[in-house]
Each structure stands twice: as C-alpha cells, then as structure tokens.
C-alpha cells in the first residue's frame, strides 16, 4: 500500500494499554476503562482458508503524528504501571477525564512513578529548547528568553520544567485530545492542496509548449483521466455488499453462509472487542484495488489514500453511534439492520467529484506567485550580499597588497641606507657593533 508524501502519512493512535487503538487522549484513557472490564471474544477462524491459530499477536503501535508522539507515549507507559491510577481509569467516564478531574489522581500514584514522570518531563523540556535553540541559531538572533518561547508548547506546563504534576497530565490530555479530532482535516486539506498543486503545474507545464505539443498532452491527459474512471463498481463503504466481497474474496468464505457477527469477529484482529480505525480501513483494500494500481500511470497512490479515509470515516458517522471512534459488535449489529445496509447508495469515487473551484485554484496560485516573488526577492538580496562580500574582498586583498609593496620599499631603502632589516616587530634583526 502506498503512504503519503511527507505531511501525508496517515499514522493514528494506538497505544499500548492492553490494545491500545485511539485517536485521541480522551479516548486513549477511556479505551483502557474497557478493556479492563471487557470479556474477551473467542473467535473461531478455523473455516478461514489458510489461517494459522495465533494465541496472541502484538499489534504495532503507528506513530500518531504529533510532535510530542514520543512523550506522550512514554507518559501513558509510566501511568499504566501505578495500579491505583488503573483502578480509577475503570470507574471513570469520558466527562470525568475530558474535565481533567481523574488528572487529580495523579497525586495519589506512587512515588516511583512520580519521579520517572518528572524525568520524563524533564527531557522533554530539554528536547523542546533545544529545537528552540536550533531555530534561533539558524536565523541568527540572540538575546531571547528561551522560557517565553515554551509557551507555544501547550501538551506541558511550561512554568515547572522540573516536575510532572496533575495539570501537565491535563495539558496533555487536552491537547492530544484536541490535535487528534483535528487530524483528519488537515488531511483533507493537505490533499486538496496536492490537488491544486498537481493542476498548477500541469497548466504552467502546457505554457511552455508550443500549440501541437499543447494539443497531444491535453489529449493524453483526457485519455489517462477516462483510462482512471474506467473501473468495476465500487460498493457502499460498509454495505451487505461491501462485506460480503471481504467475506468471499479474503476471508475465503462462501458467500451464501455470511454472518456479520462472525464477519466482526474474524476482523477484530487484536480480539479486544472493537474495531478501531485500523481494523475498519483494512476492509476497503478490495474496494480500492478495483480503483487504483500503483503499476498504472493513470492512478494516484495518494488519491488512493485519501479515498481510504474517506470510507473510513463515512463508516464511523453511519455506525459509530457514541462517538468514540471505535466500534463495537452492538453498534455493528445495529448498523446491520438498517435499510442503508442492504439498499445504500451509489459511492462516488474521488474521480467523481470536484475537489476545488476555479476560484480556489486561482486564490491558491495566487499564493504561489506570492511566494516565489518573495523568493525571488530573497534571492536577488542574497546575491547583492555575495556581490557585495566578494567586492570588500577584492579591497581587502588589494589593501593587502598595497601594504606588502610599501614593507618592501621601506626595507629596499634601509638596505640602501646601510641599516640592517627591522623584524616583524619593528627591532633591529642584529645590533650594530659599537
């Protein structure tokens, strides 16, 4: 499966906390209340063909995207280890945690765990001055306070540097909380700029070509462009008959024996119960492949993408009923039974769509043109400083050598007087006989 260009990647929250899948702090927490509770499912995979039996099987964790990816992990690891903090994550409610009010409990954890999380707040403070210190030495200023430039880091509380308390978990929390909710439409808008991008180019490439050569590239284009629509159907994301395709095609099932709760359970890949993100954007692979070929020209991997997560997160409006971003057999079972399920409607695909108006391409070039004449300019002034540093070297030089000719002179005329050469430090090389 292709990945994103850089800004792209499409990595969400899954940390560890038994099977830790979640895309937000919030639900990081709640998710382990769970599955401190949760009865495990048996699943029988034996009617899948091939599939060997795994007791258990460790799910990688994907990086979350954040900055703070590192830091926030390693503080989940260190609480995860105090029991009385496990014990009030299983009688605690999304409210109580999103308030910052199981934050307080932070004081009753050990002290053990206590000093490792100052550590661990410690090194971050550091890490983050010194990503300041970098940035400031890369333009070159001096005099700024370091500790006034923390402020923009707002996952710790940058006013105690020195120990990890109750409201830097809160802090963090929120902020994680906040970042993640946000994550998929900074995607989304990443990707309509790639697009923008993609046509602007596309029309400055055609400007530099004659009228003939105009005419075979535009032909080209259509050609690709119709080449890319010609493709089988695609099944509502999360319909009878979506599943139904995962079911026979890579389950290796008969058809005529689908069952969704067995489906969830074979899907649930870490048997925790839920289907996280993950788990649900595996099933639109065959959808996909029907759409993109990473072999054919015509087809875009990071299109490809953004239609995965498209699916993914239409699945969750229709089925996830508390938000939570992960679903469970209930929710699964009830979205079953609806008549959408058996009857959907048509899916467009991303080719079917308009991405961006004229207006916004043109808005968007806009700011194209603005940055390279900013860059322009930036450049003009950095050769008239080269021009300018190689011209003061010229008279340096020339300076230079003005001085040796008239050192030169002066020891000719002293040799000519009869007086013996000075030294570099102005005395006499020997002193003349008395």
């Not at 002290?111 to 661990?120: A, G």
């Not at 490809?304 to 508390?322: A, K, Q, S, T």
């Not at 469970?328 to 979205?335: N, P, S, V, Y």
Request: glycine fraction near 2%; aromatic fraction near 8%.
């Amino acid at each position: 499966m292709a990945t994103w260009h850089p800004g792209f990647v499409k990595s969400w929250f899954k940390i560890k906390w038994r099977t830790f899948l979640l895309q937000s702090c919030v639900l990081l927490l709640t998710y382990l209340v769970i599955t401190l509770e949760a009865v495990p499912i048996d699943v029988d995979k034996t009617k899948v063909q091939g599939e060997e039996q795994i007791e258990s099987a460790k799910v990688d964790n994907p990086d979350t995207g954040l900055y703070y990816d590192a830091y926030l992990r390693q503080v989940i690891d260190v609480l995860e280890t105090d029991k009385h903090f496990r014990e009030k994550l299983q009688t605690a409610d999304i409210e109580e945690i999103k308030s910052g009010k199981l934050s307080k409990e932070l004081d009753l954890v050990s002290h053990h765990v206590r000093t490792k999380l100052d550590e661990l707040k410690r090194q971050e403070v550091a890490r983050l001055r010194m990503l300041i210190k970098a940035k400031i030495d890369s333009f070159q200023d001096s005099g700024i306070d370091h500790q006034s430039l923390l402020k923009q880091f707002e996952h710790l509380n940058h006013q105690n540097p020195h120990t990890f308390e109750a409201k830097d978990l809160d802090m963090l929390i929120k902020t994680a909380t906040s970042d993640l909710e946000n994550y998929d439409k900074a995607h989304h808008d990443e990707f309509k700029r790639y697009e923008m991008m993609k046509e602007h180019e596309r029309r400055e490439y055609l400007k530099t070509l004659d009228e003939e050569k105009r005419h075979q590239e535009e032909s080209k284009y259509e050609e690709m462009k119709k080449k890319h629509g010609d493709h089988p159907k695609v099944n509502h994301p999360g319909s009878k008959d979506q599943l139904k395709e995962v079911w026979e095609e890579a389950d290796g099932l008969d058809p005529n024996d689908f069952d969704p709760k067995t489906f969830f359970k074979l899907h649930d890949v870490n048997n925790d119960g839920f289907l996280d993100e993950q788990e649900l954007e595996a099933l639109f692979t065959k959808e996909l492949e029907k759409v993109y070929d990473p072999k054919n020209e015509e087809d875009d991997m990071v299109e490809m993408e953004e239609e995965r997560l498209r699916m993914r997160e239409h699945v969750m409006n229709e089925v996830d009923i508390n938000r939570d971003r992960l679903v469970t057999l209930d929710e699964f079972l009830r979205a079953t039974e609806k008549k959408e399920f058996l009857e959907p409607d048509s899916w467009e695909t991303l080719d079917q769509q308009q991405l961006f108006t004229e207006e916004e391409l043109k808005e968007f070039e806009s700011h194209i043109f603005q940055q390279e004449d900013e860059l322009q300019k930036k450049a003009k002034e950095l050769q008239r400083q080269k021009e300018e540093l190689e011209r003061q070297q010229d008279q340096l030089q020339a300076q230079k050598q003005e001085l040796q000719q008239a050192v030169q002179q002066m020891e000719l005329k002293k040799l000519q007087q009869g007086l013996p050469p000075a030294r570099p430090d102005g005395e006499l090389k020997f002193q003349p006989r008395m």
